[in-house]
């Protein structure tokens, strides 16, 4: 599959950035990390896929090492660049798996609103609630030669999660690598974690650098800025105007009165190009012919008229945890489509969600679809559940933390671009698309 991308940089930490339209499906951890690649691939720290929707930009964020993050706010300027070089636009919502952003570009400055950070264990990836997140440096285990550096630890999230070491003196590269490498993955924090070294020059100045989760230092990091300029602004260490002075350059920050969090600094585009992923040689893989297949079936979906659309999904899992596999049949005036794909170390309840979610994406905005599925799992969530755990900080009634809450989060974004009716069908009792749909999920669970 040949796909076009952008390739950008914003002081330094740079972006490959792809229309998600020219994919079949989506990106799986081996093409991500050769596409980040700087030897065999394009080279970038962070891989964005978005999506435009007249002012409104979808997008994700993948690292260098294939995981996932929730925001890039030097990519977030990056993509407002862009759509003003490709469509004219000015103002950008930002819609990301954490929560939306908004962009302005004035007189050729680009504005990043971050808005009010959290400091919720629950966005932080910290299950113990008594721990103090902005007294960290007793939980970390750092050996003295390690703390003789820090005057500080505290965590916070901007939409992704942050470590701020505070520093009293510079930080050797070795001594920085180690603590970074290690506190990355310390088990305090669930999903990883961001980890910053700051060093307070002056009431106006900090300097900064930024070990990022799944990349490492990078040149600079616009969330990281914005999470270590508000911080220092709370423990009344500078302003609420400040120049954050990082390897790649510098960036402005404002904090205002509500606390929300204002970031100003440049963006740069580098070049455009075409690259081919997937298998190169004379036989097809099984994942160049199920994407031919997807790219069939997208055609497909073009023909097919909006409205009276009905989608009939299933899941599968060999273990549950375990290799599991996702199944769609889309049928409408012109014919019928079959999706699916699968994950090697998943659950049934992803995969019951991923069905729907990767078959609305498929689906021009704004049709009418009934979709079909045998999981009360799904529909009860979609239609009853999620709303409370929206009110709720994403928790249960049991004010337990609801699981897969980024694929709920997806599944609600999805559904909101169209016309939506839920059913429910008993599974197994003779329904052939309901069967056909559990057929292709089982055929993707991997050994």
Same mark, same amino acid.
């Given at each position: 599959m040949?796909?076009?991308?952008?390739?950008?940089? &914003?002081? &330094?930490? +740079?972006?490959? #950035?792809?229309?998600?339209?020219? #994919?079949?499906?989506?990106?799986?951890?081996?093409?991500?990390?050769?596409?980040?690649?700087?030897?065999?691939?394009?080279?970038?720290?962070?891989?964005?896929?978005?999506?435009? *929707?007249?002012?409104?930009?979808?997008? *994700?964020?993948?690292?260098?090492?294939?995981?996932?993050?929730?925001?890039?706010v030097n990519a977030a300027r990056c993509l407002a660049l862009l759509m003003k070089k490709n469509f004219g636009l000015l103002e950008l919502d930002l819609k990301t798996k954490s929560k939306t952003y908004k962009t302005k570009i004035v007189d050729e400055k680009i504005f990043v609103n971050v808005?009010?950070?959290?400091?919720?264990?629950?966005?932080?990836?910290?299950? +113990?609630?008594?721990?103090?997140?902005?007294?960290?440096?007793?939980?970390?285990?750092?050996?003295?030669?390690?703390?003789f550096?820090?005057?500080? =630890?505290? =965590?916070?999230?901007?939409?992704? !999660?942050?470590?701020?070491l505070f520093v009293k003196k510079s930080v050797p590269q070795k001594i920085k690598q180690k603590i970074g490498e290690k506190l990355e993955k310390f088990p305090l924090f669930e999903n990883r974690i961001n980890v910053s070294f700051a060093k307070i020059i002056n009431e106006l100045e900090i300097q900064l650098e930024v070990f990022e989760r799944g990349v490492g230092f990078t040149l600079a990091c616009g969330s990281g800025a914005s999470a270590t300029a508000f911080l220092a602004y709370k423990f009344k260490l500078i302003g609420n105007k400040i120049r954050i002075k990082q390897p790649g350059g510098d960036l402005e920050i404002f904090i205002k009165d509500d606390g929300s969090i204002i970031q100003k600094g440049p963006a740069n585009y580098v070049f455009e190009g075409k690259i081919s992923i997937g298998s190169d040689d004379g036989d097809l893989s099984d994942d160049d012919e199920k994407a031919i297949s997807n790219e069939k079936s997208k055609k497909l979906l073009e023909k097919i008229p909006n409205g009276n659309l009905k989608v009939y999904t299933d899941g599968a899992c060999s273990g549950n945890p375990g290799p599991g596999g996702w199944g769609a049949v889309i049928i &409408?005036? +012109?014919?019928?489509?079959?999706?699916? &794909?699968?994950?090697?170390?998943?659950?049934?309840?992803?995969?019951?969600?991923?069905? !729907?979610?990767?078959?609305?994406?498929?689906i021009p905005d704004e049709t009418e679809i009934e979709i079909f599925t045998d999981s009360s799992y799904v529909k009860n969530g979609i239609t009853n559940w999620i709303?409370? @755990?929206?009110?709720?900080? @994403?928790?249960?009634?049991?004010?337990? !933390?609801?699981?897969?809450k980024e694929l709920w989060i997806e599944l609600r974004d999805q559904v909101a671009r169209h016309q939506v009716t839920w059913r429910w069908i008993k599974g197994h009792n003779g329904d052939s698309y309901n069967e056909r749909a559990d057929e292709l999920a089982r055929s993707e669970c991997k050994k």
């Open positions: 040949k796909i076009s991308f952008d390739k950008m940089q &914003g002081l &330094g930490n +740079d972006f490959v #950035l792809i229309e998600e339209s020219q #994919l079949s499906e989506d990106l799986c951890e081996k093409n991500i990390k050769f596409l980040c690649d700087r030897k065999f691939g394009i080279g970038c720290d962070t891989l964005v896929v978005y999506r435009r *929707k007249k002012n409104e930009i979808s997008a *994700k964020f993948f690292n260098s090492d294939g995981s996932e993050a929730e925001i890039c808005g009010r950070p959290s400091f919720s264990h629950l966005d932080l990836g910290i299950s +113990d609630r008594n721990i103090d997140v902005d007294d960290l440096l007793p939980k970390l285990n750092l050996i003295r030669s390690e703390i550096y820090i005057d500080r =630890a505290c =965590a916070i999230s901007v939409g992704n !999660p942050h470590l701020i &409408g005036d +012109d014919g019928e489509v079959e999706l699916c &794909g699968g994950e090697s170390d998943t659950t049934n309840n992803r995969m019951e969600l991923l069905g !729907p979610i990767n078959a609305l994406k498929k709303e409370d @755990w929206e009110k709720n900080n @994403w928790r249960t009634s049991a004010k337990k !933390p609801v699981k897969n």
